[in-house]
């Protein structure tokens, strides 16, 4: 998780004020009916230079489908995969 966090920080700095990042409700336990998860909220304010896509850019695909480091991870998921993933992942919202 600790992890994930990071390079979820690392991706919204990418487009968001400088010491705007933050992170809260660290690893808080999310209970649903039939499971249990550890979810973190990172926030940051977008720089204005960029808009709304640039973030979604960003932060796309999530760390959790990805792995790290993000951009190798992905090449390799191309290079090993048959199908692509398409879009799935609850990054944003």
Known sequence: HN???DLGRNDLGKVSKYGSVEVEDYMAV???SHVM???STVRGEIRDDK???DAVDAV???GTLSGAPKIRAM???NELENNK???YGGAIG
């Open 3 to 5: 992890m994930l966090v």
């Open 30 to 32: 999310l209970q649903y």
């Open 37 to 39: 998860h550890i979810g």
């Open 51 to 53: 808009d709304s896509l």
């Open 60 to 62: 796309l695909p999530a």
């Open 75 to 77: 090449e390799i998921i």
């Open 85 to 87: 993933r398409g879009i």
